[in-house]
């Protein structure tokens, strides 16, 4: 695979697979366009060379076609803004509308296509499908980390219609893996991870791949309490996954015969609703009365997870602590996100990802000061769960 930097995009129409699939509010205003921000230097690098880009990218999930809330169009003016030069845009990603845009394009030009998922051949990975947006450049370059856990035509199918010199991933693409790798492969001891979010469902594969590599695994958030309740405690009206019960202490009796510790929460922040106007008290977490529910992790458990970050040279991060979208709940992700901080500043590498720790970190307004903030939901933790994502394996093959 060639790499990105070196490679001459001059002369070159490039296929660039970014992720556009950027929260709009009702007038179509783009609330957060982080993963647009992401994409633009190695737009601007093919730019620069002479090559001209064609974009295209997903928003949403439109049902059966074409619905104007998903059109790409809305962002058209946000990208000429960041770009800084005007956007063309072809009304399809394939047939007339698209070739013809494509072939009309003049080095530095930047051509979006409508949504790929306005034909269902985008999800279902239809090789005719990807063979015809594969027509429209000559170069084909994948930079939609965001995207890259699922086969579809445009992230994966597609990369076999160009030879292995003219496919490559793109700046965003590569700079993920190398920090996934750097976590995954080469992590500095003491490693720890921090996981955390609603459900033990969502986080097994993840647990049982870090098992092996961490020194540290630290709980926080809904999940707590179904390992407590699978470690025999009352844990009232907090959430819990039944069914999950037997794998929460199949995990706890797998990590105590592993070189490495996991550490739950040992009180939190109860309240007696699910709102931010509930009644709450701090109290130890066999103390929970029945009908109320633990909501965040408490001040001793902060304190214990704060020491064991703060003595961590790898941190990698997923899932908040607690109900961080309302404040009574919010202090347990903070001081967890201010801990890695700390950490990070004394040297350690941090990386956070996974969609909440992301919105966690950026409402704090602390992005900047950990290492690396993954744009990668879903991609991030199939990629922590050990799996080979197609969106990489295409290319690489
Ligand atoms: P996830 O998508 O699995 O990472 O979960 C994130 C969600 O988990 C956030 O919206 C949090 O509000 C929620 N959450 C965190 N802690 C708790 C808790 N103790 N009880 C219920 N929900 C929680």
Request: hydrophobic content about 40%; charged content about 25%; proline content about 4%.
């Amino acid at each position: 695979m060639p790499d990105f930097n070196s490679f001459n995009f001059a002369g070159h129409k490039v296929l660039v697979r970014v992720d556009f699939n950027v929260p709009l509010d009702a007038n179509f205003n783009i609330t957060d366009d982080t993963r647009m921000r992401a994409a633009v230097p190695t737009i601007q690098k093919i730019r620069k060379d002479g090559g001209s880009v064609i974009l295209m990218s997903h928003l949403g999930r439109p049902k059966t076609g074409p619905e104007d809330k998903f059109s790409l169009h809305h962002l058209i003016p946000h990208l000429s803004k960041l770009l800084g030069c005007q956007v063309k845009f072809a009304d399809d990603c394939i047939g007339e509308p698209a070739v013809s845009a494509s072939s009309s394009l003049k080095p530095g030009d930047v051509l979006l296509l409508e949504n790929l998922r306005f034909h269902p051949e985008e999800t279902k990975g239809t090789e005719g499908f990807a063979k015809q947006l594969s027509s429209l450049g000559d170069v084909y370059v994948n930079d939609a980390f965001g995207t890259a856990h699922r086969a579809h035509a445009s992230t994966a199918v597609i990369a076999q219609f160009y030879p292995a010199d003219r496919k490559m991933f793109g700046l965003l693409m590569d700079v993920e893996i190398k920090n996934a790798n750097k976590v995954l492969h080469q992590a500095e001891k003491p490693f720890t991870a921090i996981l955390g979010g609603a459900k033990v469902s969502d986080k097994i594969l993840i647990i049982e791949n870090l098992m092996d590599r961490v020194q540290y695994l630290i709980i926080g958030g809904g999940m707590t309490y179904t390992f407590l309740k699978a470690q025999g405690k009352e844990i009232g009206a907090s959430l819990c996954e039944e069914d999950k019960l037997d794998v929460a202490k199949e995990i706890l009796e797998k990590a105590a015969k592993k070189n490495m510790q996991i550490l739950l929460p040992v009180d939190s922040v109860i309240a007696d609703k699910f709102a931010a106007d509930a009644q709450t008290k701090l109290v130890d977490n066999d103390q929970i009365p029945s009908g109320w529910m633990g909501l965040d992790i408490g001040e001793k458990a902060i304190a214990e997870f704060s020491k064991v970050i703060l003595a961590s040279k790898t941190i990698l991060w997923n899932g908040p602590m607690g109900v961080f979208e309302m404040k009574p709940f919010q202090k347990g992700t903070k001081s967890i996100a201010e801990a890695v901080a700390q950490a990070t500043k004394a040297g350690a590498f941090s990386l956070v990802g996974g969609g909440d720790s992301v919105a966690a970190i950026n409402q704090f307004g602390m992005e900047k000061e950990v290492s690396y903030v993954s744009t990668g939901g879903g991609a991030m933790l199939e990629y922590f769960e050990g799996k080979e994502l197609p969106g990489i394996a295409a290319i690489n093959q």
